[in-house]
């Protein structure tokens, strides 16, 4: 199977992650892939100065979770690419509106199948809008004019979490779990002691997105139910100023850390904590399961594909009452409690779920069904 995957960077970021780690899995499985990296193909051209002033004038007049112009040609030009590679299936990843011409899609001969980061371009163009837009903003009347009049539909769309593909609509979405990079030599935790070490992780630890804000009151919950003391080691570049303040404890925090050392980072704490409102599926998550540490996440959210009583904990983070925070400081001491058994639960699920050659494996299939079903 010869697949060619398009994303808009193999780079920086979640969705970059997102992308490398589906390469790898349909690798695993056995297809041969190509990538197109729109990032790196702009590199020396002077096409990347006109996605540079599509970029500032999206941030300029809208926010920087919008993405709807296109005011020179698309980056990719799907029926060149698809001529010159001749692939089985495309896969497009993480886009936006100058990656391809999505009316492209429908002039190419093979299925077109596009792995969901968030909402976008099906919600519109803000990227986390859960719902399609009851009256269009400039920015979705620049989407539909520009790039995506909501007609360019590809032949599948796939979701890595129920959560989102229930918000696109029954029968919209096919759910994947997203695959993630199986470290060696990792084993379950022993049983714990000393301090409750909790972790949080993120680029950018105030981005309102993520939530951090909302630990407070439950690390504080947590102290005062338990003598055991209770550690915040926090992962991402720190603020200078508007950090919330935690009366208990003093976070401890941790520079911005590179691939190659997520698994010195995963060993500095027993329980990842992911209080995110709007993650589709984080890799911070999955990447914890796969290093043995159970996780407590947002509920309502994509983390409910990911997590289980067995590898972790589903709170209210936001808007949380007392309820709330006593049901957290259960969860942490239940966890602590029987560390190794939930260790062990997160690095099984990991290898049988989320292992690269087992989501490389479902998507082959569903290009299989999807070539049967465009075969003339």
Known sequence: ????????????????????????????????????????????????????????????????????????????????????????????????????????????????????????????????????????????????????????????????????????????????????????????????????????????????RKGFDSLPPFLGALAAQDRTPVELHVFGSRPRDGLPEFPVMKPVWHPPFSRGEIGAVHAQMDILLCPSRLDNSPNVVTEALAHGVPVIGQRGTGMDSYITDETGALVEFHDASATDHAHFTREVLRLVGDHARYSRNALDYARTMLHPAVIGRRYLALYDHLKSRKSP
């Open 1 to 208: 199977m010869k697949v060619l995957l398009i994303t808009k960077t193999l780079g920086k970021g979640g969705a970059a992650t997102g992308a490398r780690n589906l390469a790898d899995a349909l690798r695993a499985a056995g297809a041969r892939v190509t990538l197109c990296d729109a990032s790196a193909h702009l590199r020396r051209r002077p096409l990347r100065a006109v996605r540079l002033a599509e970029r500032v004038c999206e941030r300029l007049f809208h926010d920087a979770e919008t993405h709807c112009m296109r005011l020179g040609p698309a980056t990719f030009d799907l029926e060149g690419l698809f001529e010159r590679h001749r692939p089985d299936v495309i896969q497009l990843c993480d886009v936006s509106a100058n990656t391809i011409r999505f009316g492209d899609i429908a002039r190419v001969p093979c299925p077109v199948v596009h792995r969901l980061s968030d909402f976008w371009p099906y919600h519109g163009a803000r990227h986390y809008a859960q719902q399609p837009p009851a009256a269009p903003s400039g920015a979705d009347r620049l989407l539909r004019l520009l790039a995506f009049d909501g007609t360019c539909l590809p032949d599948c769309r796939v979701a890595p979490s129920r959560w989102l593909a229930e918000r696109l609509g029954p029968g919209q979405a096919e759910v994947i779990h997203n695959a993630v990079a199986i470290p060696e030599g990792v084993g379950p935790r022993p049983p714990h002691r000393g301090p409750i070490r909790l972790g949080f992780v993120s680029g950018q630890v105030m981005d309102p």
